[in-house]
């Protein structure tokens, strides 16, 4: 199988209050779209890493060539749409028929493990679909209207990761479904949930965080540097 990531990078971000996208914002001076980019290079089942960058950025973009040189695997950018939707609909369109796997990654997600990414892939080439996951910790209320109306089981509570991968042409299907009923969702596979179809769970690593505001940007900061003093020690 031939297997393609897309690494969406398009959003802005505004709950960060970085002066640039999100996906630009420097951790410990490398922008979180190249460590996401580097992340997927490294896996050995993935064959094109694809990012996808708004139209606005392409220049904040293409002034990271310098970094993104020594990624292999790299193609040119796609360039994203309004919604999260629309990106991946953009990523998807710029891969060949040859394409028979495809991976969606946040590009605020630099931690993801090469070995998680592999396990969600195989689950995808054999379920169909399938994401990187963890069990929740907290007891979840759902809420409406300042009012909680159920407290589901926490053993059967997940938090979702990305990435999140797919059988070709389950996502193809899915994507087109939702654009006709103007449907728009947060989750990748919520759209193949809609189908019927299965999506395999994956259990994934907590380290695996999305930078969405500023207090993640430091802590991921001073989880970078654990990982380089553990790196010294081991040395």
Known sequence: MTVAVLVLAAGRGERLGAPVPKAFAPLAGVPLVVRSLAAMARVREVDRVVPVVALADRDRFAALAPGLAGIPKLTAPVWGGA???????AGLASLGPDVD??????AARPFVRARDVARVLAAARDVGAALLAVPVTDTIKRVRAGRVVETPERSECWAAQTPQAFRAEVLREALARAAAEGFQATDDVRLVERLGLPVAVVEGDPGNVKITRSEDLTAAHARLLDLRACDEAVR
């Open 83 to 89: 919604e999260r939707q629309d990106s991946m609909q």
């Open 101 to 106: 796997l495809v991976a969606v990654h946040d």
